[in-house]
């Protein structure tokens, strides 16, 4: 169990270190008009590496 929580935290950790360096590396701030962007950004990261995780290394 320890290992399912502890394996989406990082996923979802790295979700968003991803998505923010895709939004410093275009240069762009991140001001309130881009949080529903970063967000739903993050969520798709997040669900997308969940997938490929569970697909090719086995269940998280």
Wanted: cysteine-free; overall charge negative; glycine content about 4%.
């Amino acid at each position: 169990m320890i290992e399912f929580v502890l394996g989406n935290v990082i996923l979802f950790f790295l979700s968003i270190v991803f998505v923010y360096a895709l939004f410093k590396s275009t240069g762009d701030t991140i001001d309130k008009y881009d949080i529903p962007y970063f967000v739903i950004s993050v969520a798709i990261i997040y669900s997308l590496s969940a997938q490929f995780y569970n697909v090719f290394v086995g269940t998280i």
